[in-house]
């Protein structure tokens, strides 16, 4: 474990880093505002995770900060968000014309 952020290695509960009932609220009405993945465009793929593009890592004012969320799906969300997260660097796209395909956050 050593070398993670320390926000990484946090054990406290999901609800205790603020990801309790108050979270759980603004997520359910991002997503319904907000229904399809941002990295999966212009595919239609159904947002399961509402991701700080910037990691909040316990600030407070980040956190909450709508502007700094997206709608991913649960795939992007596990692979090419933390790849990103911790490489600094987003995986290539390759969009249907051929061309690469910028994704948001990356």
Same mark, same amino acid.
């Given at each position: ?13 999901t609800a205790e880093r603020g990801y309790g009932?108050? &979270? =759980? ?17 212009? %595919? $239609?793929? +159904? ?7 910037v990691p909040h890592r316990g600030d407070l004012a980040l956190f909450w900060d709508r502007?700094? &969320? =997206? ?17 600094? %660097? $987003?995986? +290539? ?14």
């Amino acid at each position: 474990m050593t070398g993670l952020p320390s926000w990484r290695r946090d054990r406290r509960k999901t609800a205790e880093r603020g990801y309790g009932g108050r &979270w =759980q609220k603004e997520r359910q009405e991002y997503l319904r505002l907000h229904p399809l993945c941002g990295m999966c465009l212009p %595919r $239609a793929v +159904q947002a399961t995770v509402v991701d700080h593009k910037v990691p909040h890592r316990g600030d407070l004012a980040l956190f909450w900060d709508r502007s700094n &969320w =997206q709608s991913l799906c649960a795939n992007h969300h596990s692979s090419d968000k933390q790849m990103l997260e911790k490489s600094g %660097r $987003a995986r +290539q796209t390759i969009g249907p014309d051929g061309e690469p395909v910028r994704v948001p956050g990356g």
